[in-house]
T-cell receptor
Framework: GAGVSQTPSNKVTEKGKYVELRCDPISGHTALYWYRQSLGQGPEFLIYFQGTGAADDSGLPNDRFFAVRPEGSVSTLKIQRTERGDSAVYLC????????????FGSGTRLTVV | AQSVTQLGSHVSVSEGALVLLRCNYSSSVPPYLFWYVQYPNQGLQLLLKYTTGATLVKGINGFEAEFKKSETSFHLTKPSAHMSDAAEYFCAVSDGLGFGNEKLTFGTGTRLTIIP
């Protein structure tokens, strides 16, 4: 596609529920990143994929968070037993090479846990 | 570990006046430095970047920034503010080693308001 697409754009869920957030990167981009942006803060790194594998998941806050990229394209960020503190905008970015100078960000998914 | 400090969470300038947004970083290796702009309900858009070479870099919409290693700074400037510049601006750093996984560390952002 022309850009990085994230769906849904907004998600409201109840505390304790499970959610999935989807990212469609630019076609051919091998590197994919997830970031979380809390209110009034800058984005914080969550996880990085190179192809199908999670090369760095050091930013995932706890084991309720998990992400996959089974075919090396679309990625899904999964959050179990959601908590109110998980409310944030989740941003996805992709790049053609493993170089930060080539990032393209999606518009994000705004997750609200009530 | 890398970090970014943006001085001033809110900056207001008059239309036509100089814009100066401050960014200082810490990095144990030569950094790659970035400025991103975020308009309401939109994703991050790259304004400009420094990787290697010329320390004064020019970006989109008339913005520029200068990498000053001795001051560990990468301040963003624009000679004449326009109403359309009102947005949130983020400075970011990556380690620039080129070995893959160049995750970004962002500052907390500066909200720029333009006064008519």
């Amino acid at each position: 596609g022309a850009g990085v697409s994230q769906t849904p754009s907004n998600k409201v869920t109840e505390k304790g529920k499970y959610v999935e957030l989807r990212c469609d990167p630019i076609s051919g981009h091998t590197a994919l990143y997830w970031y979380r942006q809390s209110l009034g803060q800058g984005p914080e790194f969550l996880i990085y994929f190179q192809g199908t594998g999670a090369a760095d998941d050091s930013g995932l806050p706890n084991d309720r968070f998990f992400a996959v990229r089974p075919e090396g394209s679309v990625s899904t960020l999964k959050i179990q037993r959601t908590e109110r503190g998980d409310s944030a905008v989740y941003l996805c970015a992709s790049s053609l090479r493993d170089r930060a100078d080539g990032y393209t960000f999606g518009s994000g998914t705004r997750l609200t846990v009530v | 570990a890398q970090s970014v400090t943006q001085l001033g969470s809110h900056v207001s300038v008059s239309e036509g006046a100089l814009v100066l947004l401050r960014c200082n970083y810490s990095s144990s290796v030569p950094p790659y430095l970035f400025w991103y702009v975020q308009y309401p309900n939109q994703g991050l858009q790259l304004l400009l970047k420094y990787t290697t070479g010329a320390t004064l870099v020019k970006g989109i919409n008339g913005f520029e920034a200068e990498f000053k290693k001795s001051e560990t700074s990468f301040h963003l400037t624009k000679p004449s503010a326009h109403m359309s510049d009102a947005a949130e601006y983020f400075c970011a750093v990556s380690d620039g080693l080129g070995f893959g996984n160049e995750k970004l560390t962002f500052g907390t952002g500066t909200r720029l308001t333009i006064i008519p």
